[in-house]
């Protein structure tokens, strides 16, 4: 991409984002673009015909421990310092319209 269809580019997606960039912003940020693009090509000249695909770097496994019921605390002892106390829950104030 040619360093002027570029610059567009990034004004658009600036617009589209809502982001308001000063003129030495839109320079500083589509050289760092640019040199990140660059980069990439670089990374494209590598020789990966011995590399195994994979989907994550690091092997992932699970490190959360098992679900096990253990005791809690009563109802009444979590509703104790609610405000207010409906229906054996927690009344909260109502966020959306009721429809008619």
């Known amino acids: 991409m040619e360093r002027r269809d570029f610059k567009e580019q990034l004004k658009k997606t600036a617009h589209l984002a ?29 020789d990966t015909s011995n590399v195994e695909p994979m989907a994550h770097v690091l092997p992932l496994y699970n490190i959360w421990r098992e679900d096990e019921v253990r005791e809690s605390i009563s109802q009444e002892e979590a509703l104790k310092n ?16 009721r429809e008619e």
């Open 18 to 46: 809502r982001l308001h960039l000063t003129p030495e912003e839109e320079e500083l940020f589509a050289k760092q673009l640019q040199n990140i693009l660059d980069y990439f090509k670089k990374l494209q000249e590598l």
């Open 82 to 97: 609610a405000p207010e106390i409906e229906d054996l829950g927690f009344k909260i104030p109502r966020i959306m319209k």
